[in-house]
């Protein structure tokens, strides 16, 4: 992908996905969710705090979907619930399975659990 001036690689990966044909809310959920698979990179790749158990990949999975779809305006509980199981279904097993051992802290779990934009979570992961 070509660089555009002044921005990040997040970005313009962010900026890909969201192109992409078809739904972009659910893309850019599936996005998200794709970030939790990166959780190897960045604070996992530390290598400090305790091997992340599956209730807390489950929770990262869940607050991430949850923030990006607030983020495009999709605050009924029903229609996020429906969305957060599309990707669940569709890549979820995958993701949180990618997660589970890895390393991370209390610290950033609380980070996660407090954030309230997208851009939040990324940093809460670094």
Known sequence: MRRRPGSTSLQRRRH???TVAGCP???RVLWLA???ALLGGAAFAA???HPASRDECEA?????AEI???AQNVVDPKVVQERTAAVRDARGKE???RCVGRSITDAAMACVRQAT???QVDRCLE
């Open 16 to 18: 890909s996905v969201s």
């Open 25 to 27: 809310g659910r893309d």
């Open 34 to 36: 794709s970030c939790l």
């Open 47 to 49: 290598g400090c705090g």
């Open 60 to 64: 990262i999975f869940k607050r991430s």
């Open 68 to 70: 990006e779809l607030r």
């Open 95 to 97: 993701l949180i399975d």
């Open 117 to 119: 934009t997208p851009e």
